[in-house]
């Protein structure tokens, strides 16, 4: 009996002195090459790249944007913002196209998407500015849009804060 109330102890005293990570204060590095200064997409014809934009589907169905649009050219190197875990592959349509990829990560008590990137894995981990892909070709799929990285939270919450 005592063994247990020993080990209950320890197991308190480490989780309550384990270092933990303020979300709150976390910043993105740098995401794409050329865009040291995470510039978020103003608005073109195709829309506005900043949360909470008013979309209009194909289907006429109006929506909010889930994500922040960070401008970045088709092609360009995406690097990871600080040191992350790849938890596998993330999509932004139901149907493929040129530009359906993406990859989820987890790092600095966040979890996030990158949509519009072709990772180069989709598992693993990367220190803060590391390759993690390469921006797709949006032009193909949206002539005329501002090109850009959509990082969206998992839980859909704003990402503004975090640039």
Do not use: W
């Amino acid at each position: 009996m005592r063994l247990y109330i020993l080990y209950g102890v320890l197991l308190l005293a480490v989780l309550q002195y384990s270092p933990s990570v303020d979300a709150t204060k976390v910043k993105f590095g740098p995401l794409c090459s050329g865009n040291s200064n995470n510039n978020i997409r103003g608005c073109d014809s195709k829309g506005c790249g900043k949360f909470g934009a008013t979309r209009k589907g194909k289907d006429g169905v109006t929506r909010k944007h889930k994500g922040v649009d960070i401008v970045c050219s088709d092609g360009s190197t995406i690097y990871a913002p600080f040191d992350v875990k790849l938890d596998g592959k993330a999509v932004p349509y139901k149907k493929n196209n040129a530009i359906n990829d993406g990859v989820k990560l987890k790092g600095e008590g966040l979890c996030f998407k990158l949509f519009y990137v072709k990772p180069d894995k989709y598992s693993g981990s990367l220190k803060k500015g590391q390759k993690i892909g390469t921006l797709l070709q949006m032009q193909k799929v949206y002539p005329g849009i501002t090109s850009h990285v959509h990082v969206q939270m998992c839980d859909e919450t704003d990402p503004t804060k975090y640039f």
